[in-house]
């Protein structure tokens, strides 16, 4: 592929956030390369070998960290090397309150991209609509019951769409060097209530069922998830459970001048796109 000095390197770029954030930026008129172990340039992160062509000539990164936190310093202090002048990162929010065994790559990312020199923006989402219907939690809701450990703390899900176009705006506008960013829905509804908008719209019976951390971990193991993925999973239900993502937060109109996509809006448009039927 042809690159141009000016290049923005988005990573993951076949991923839920990149794959919405790369045409954002081509139609903006931006010059992208889009980076992934199978899309259009070829990027793994266990292959520093895949790094330099990716990162050189390249002005700005979408940065999307691998769970393994161990080559991201590297990485970004070779992309600064090349020439790297400006990272957003996507991360999660209440990363500030993460224990082992979740989110190291993330936290590696915002660690990494603070001391680089160049400008950074932390983009710290709470969980996506969009697992819903594309992969995390799809196959249960299609199946009739979601079973989860979180009890009645609310999640205020922010929708992919909304993170990409921040993302977009961060890597392209000035004015947002230095900053983290929360990213939410405009409300909080509990698990059951989520799964109740989705029965409703999918026009079928599905179950929510609550489980302690136990339980959830023995039907993760049971479906055949390895156990460092299904210790993640909890770790990220524990610091949920505790509240740190609970609230509502101002990021995307900060950002977009706009309030962000409701929920029940995303589940209209995926019930009626079939997601659940």
């Known amino acids: ?32 390369r889009a980076a992934s172990r199978s899309g259009e340039l070829r990027f793994d992160w266990t292959r520093p070998d895949t790094w330099r062509a990716a990162v050189t000539g390249a002005s700005a990164v979408y940065l999307v960290a691998p769970d393994d936190p ?37 936290a590696a990312a915002e660690d990494a991209v603070r001391g680089s020199g160049a400008e950074w923006t932390i983009l710290r989402a709470n969980n996506f609509n969009q697992n819903f219907d594309e992969d995390l ?12 450990p979180i009890g009645a703390v609310p999640e205020p899900f922010v929708d992919v769409e909304d993170v990409a176009e ?73 610091l949920h459970r505790a509240g740190h993502t609970a609230e509502p937060v101002d990021g995307v109109r900060r ?10 809006t995303y589940v209209a448009r995926a019930a009626e796109a079939g997601a659940w039927s």
């Open 1 to 32: 592929m042809t690159t141009h000095a000016n290049d923005i390197l988005v990573l993951a770029a076949t991923g839920k956030t990149g794959r919405r954030l790369v045409p954002r930026l081509r139609a903006a008129g931006e010059t992208v």
């Open 137 to 148: 939690w799809h196959e249960p809701l299609r199946s009739g019951r979601l079973a989860l």
């Open 70 to 106: 161990t080559p991201v310093h590297d990485f970004v202090k070779q992309a600064v090397e090349a020439g790297v002048g400006r990272f957003a990162v996507l991360s999660g929010r209440g990363m500030e309150h993460v224990q082992s065994g979740f989110g190291e790559g993330m």
């Open 166 to 238: 921040v993302a977009a705006a961060v890597l392209t506008r000035d004015g947002h060097a230095g900053r983290v960013y929360e990213l939410s829905g405009p409300r909080g509804l509990t698990f059951a209530e989520a799964v109740e908008t989705i029965a409703r719209a999918a026009g079928r019976a599905v179950a929510y069922e609550e489980l302690t951390p136990e339980a959830y971990r023995a039907e993760l193991l049971a479906a055949g998830y390895p156990e460092v993925a299904a210790d993640a999973l909890n770790t990220l239900f524990a």
């Open 255 to 264: 950002v977009l001048g706009r309030d962000p996509l409701a929920f029940e």
